[in-house]
């Protein structure tokens, strides 16, 4: 949209994009280290539109960075750890009875976890999600949930 203008959907943007990402990693059968990865990601757009303000279709993640490892704590029992850093490119508009202000998102750290049990075809997990709580923002300024947890089993059937 033009800043004086309501939203409306248009297809007036010319876009050129440059990206990579790197991942490494380590295996194992046995000892308390299974798995060991580091990934980082990058992506660079420029933009071509005029004065126009874009909703959302430019807020993309322009660099990610995460390291997790999971490991064996007894025979059935494993654990999980992911920490990830995101970097989102653009902004986003907050609303008030005053009027609107433009924010850019900021940069923000999440830690995940997820501890398991296996035993035969029988999977139980249990998961947390932004372990630290830190208050961040997606497409459009949706305030993400600060820490939650999920779990569930799972039956493999062969």
């Known amino acids: 949209k033009r800043p004086e203008e309501d939203w409306m959907s248009e297809q007036l943007t010319k876009l050129n994009t440059f990206g990579m990402e790197f991942t490494t990693g380590y295996r194992s059968e046995e000892g ?4 060991a990865s580091i990934s980082y990601g990058y992506i660079s757009t420029d933009k071509k539109a005029g ?37 989102r490119c653009g902004n986003y508009l907050i609303l008030s009875s005053t009027g609107s202000e433009t924010k850019a998102y900021k940069p923000y ?30 497409y459009g300024g949706l305030v993400m949930p600060k820490i939650w947890a999920s779990g569930g089993i799972v039956i493999t059937i062969k």
């Open 109 to 138: 750290f999440l830690l995940d976890a997820r501890i398991s049990w296996e035993k035969g075809v029988v999977t139980l997990y249990m998961d947390g999600t932004n372990l630290t709580s830190t208050r961040y923002f997606d």
């Open 32 to 35: 308390f280290l299974r798995n």
């Open 51 to 87: 004065n126009h303000i874009s909703k959302y279709a430019l807020d993309y993640m322009r660099n990610k960075a995460s390291a997790s490892f999971q490991g064996a704590i007894l025979r059935n029992l494993k654990i999980a750890v992911t920490g990830t850093l995101y970097d």
